[in-house]
């Protein structure tokens, strides 16, 4: 077994690098270590004491020989001292020995936090201010250099620095496994009244003892399309049928896109059950992306009044969002999703390696999704996607295992307290009524190339929900623009296709369903990470936001 990683925490003075480290330390079940403490214990003087004898440049020195000395070990979390950066030989050092966090920090928080601190020489100055923001200009391009992570400290009080900040640091740190060491299968736990698990790897649709784990009896329906089936159904059936021999398998295939969410092949899909002969104890797979896992959870919840559905997504649109949580439909002229039912799956089996035979329009379109969970409920993971960006739509196994695990974390969070979508469920819906319409007046993606995907119009239907955020005075319309930019980084659309009418686009959005008594019940935000469900939106105030675009 590899030796567990040093997890080393760089950032200015008042960063908070020892109450946090102390706390992650412990949550992680590494040894914590304070590198000015063992300085300290080293050398047998105070840090003002070092400095009075031997000033900077001797304090200095022994920080270089005990931090070296420290980094030679390993399964510590390392709080190193404010200063340490300034050494190229430091610096080179961290950066090889573990994965760093740069905690940063204001001028003016600091000023905050330290307006009581007697114990630092540098700070034994009048003119306080002015000597942090030297050291800012000078010390914070060595953190951005040496760190594998930016944290902004800044986000949270005092108090949460050292209670929930470091619960969220913890989530942060989980997903953020070093990218020198190799990523270990996760799994993701959903719980409520019908558990079940989510399991991210390589390699899994071949993992034939998985794939039969959750089947029950011995009918087994093949949901696919003709694009996914050709790569891997056969793969999933022979790993099945090497497990379990007796299974008695048929398959359905659709044909690729949002078009065919239709009743018809809802229809075909429950006839398929018919002849295969499906009993109570049957269980459709869903190999494929949304639609497919939609289509094959609602016929599974509708055989017999509900027969088991285990999703296999093979996009990252699927694996993020609609294989979990159990929300099934197909689409109608009217609307989206319309017609649809609450159906659990029994297991979710999300094979990444699948990630590798995406198109890049499509990677795009599912990391929309991901960005979405930062956009409602986490600004950390907002920071990590947009220093992510290149490894990301490089289709880096690791980054992209993390963003799935941690996409999943947040929806299963929130699909174990309403499962049913009766209040903060709809948090996940954020740009989803925006982009919904749209799906709906282009038709579902056909024909025609100029059409958007899911996720695109999901990520056009997010800057209209900050847009009008902004508009009705919840939210610093600066955060409209970062959001913004975060997309157009990830090559995703911001604005509606041209075209299309905003009257008709919120005839659309009306169908809604979240809406209550005919009024717009919308997902609106105060900025990033704290997304609300706002009933009763005044409908001039979107139609404007739609008229602008």
């Known amino acids: 077994m590899n030796p567990a990683p040093n997890l080393i925490l760089v950032g200015p003075m008042g960063a908070g690098k020892t109450s946090i480290g102390r706390r992650l330390a412990e949550r992680f079940g590494l040894a914590f270590v304070d590198a000015d ?52 030989d430091n610096r080179q050092a961290i950066r090889t020995q573990g ?8 001028v003016a928080s600091q000023l905050a936090r330290l307006q009581r601190d007697k114990t630092r020489p540098l700070l034994q100055r009048p003119d306080r201010e002015q000597v942090l923001l030297e050291m800012a200009g000078i010390r914070d391009p060595l953190y951005r250099e040496v760190a594998d992570l930016t944290i902004d400290t800044d986000l949270y009080s005092p108090a949460d620095a050292t209670a929930n900040t470091v619960l969220k640091l913890a989530a942060q740190w989980q997903i953020l496994e070093p990218k020198r060491m190799t990523p270990s299968p996760r799994t ?66 659709l044909p690729a896109g949002e078009a065919s969410k239709t009743l018809d092949n809802f229809g075909a899909a429950i006839t398929a059950l018919a002849s295969l002969g499906a009993t109570r104890d049957a269980c459709v797979l869903a190999l494929g992306g949304g639609v497919v896992g939609d289509l094959a959870g609602f016929a599974a919840a509708c055989w017999m009044r509900g027969v088991d559905c285990v999703q296999l997504p093979t996009t990252l649109l699927a694996m993020v969002d609609s294989s979990v949580g159990g929300k099934t439909a197909v689409d109608i002229p009217q609307g989206k999703n319309l017609v649809g039912a ?17 198109p890049l329009r499509e ?76 799906e709906t007046a282009q ?8 059409n958007l995907n899911h996720g695109e119009a999901v990520a056009v239907g997010m800057v209209l929900a900050a847009q009008l955020s902004a508009a009705l005075g919840m939210a610093d319309a600066a955060d409209t623009e970062v959001l913004r930019e975060l997309l157009q ?56 936001v739609l008229r602008q675009g």
């Open 443 to 450: 038709g579902y993606g056909a024909p025609g190339n100029d």
């Open 363 to 438: 990677l795009r379109a599912g990391l929309a999704e991901v960005i979405k969970y930062g956009a409602i409920r986490d600004p950390l993971f907002f920071q990590w996607l947009q220093a992510e960006r290149e490894a990301l739509l490089a289709g880096d196994d690791g980054a992209l295992a993390q963003a799935i695990a941690r996409s999943c974390e947040h929806k299963a969070e929130i699909v174990a307290r309403d499962p049913l979508e009766k209040g903060e469920r709809a948090l996940l819906n954020l740009g989803h009524t925006f982009g919904h319409a749209i």
């Open 188 to 253: 993701v736990a959903v719980s409520g009244d019908r558990p079940y698990q989510i399991h991210i790897a390589p390699g899994l649709l071949g993992n034939g003892e998985l794939l039969a784990a959750p089947i029950r009896g011995r009918h087994v329906l093949l949901l696919s399309d003709d694009n996914v089936a050709p790569l891997y159904l056969q793969q999933v059936r022979a790993s099945l049928q090497a497990a379990r021999p007796e299974l008695k398998l048929a398959e359905y295939i």
């Open 489 to 544: 980084a990830y090559g995703l659309p911001t604005t509606i296709p041209a075209g299309l009418d905003a009257e008709a686009l919120l005839g659309h959005m009306r169908l809604d369903k979240k809406n209550i008594a005919g009024r717009l019940r919308l997902v609106l935000w105060r900025g990033i990470g704290k997304a609300e469900v706002v009933p009763d939106v005044d409908e001039a105030a979107v139609l404007a």
């Open 99 to 106: 994965f760093v966090v740069y905690l940063r920090v204001s």
């Open 342 to 358: 609450f159906h659990p799956p029994r297991a979710v089996i999300a094979d990444t390696a699948a990630l590798r035979s995406l």
């Open 37 to 88: 403490q063992a300085i300290v214990d080293d050398v047998g003087s105070s840090i003002p004491a070092i400095f009075e004898h031997s000033g900077e440049a001797g304090f200095r020195a022994h920080e270089k020989r005990v931090l070296a000395q420290l980094l030679q070990g390993s399964g510590q979390l390392i709080s190193t001292g404010g200063g340490c950066v300034l050494d190229p």
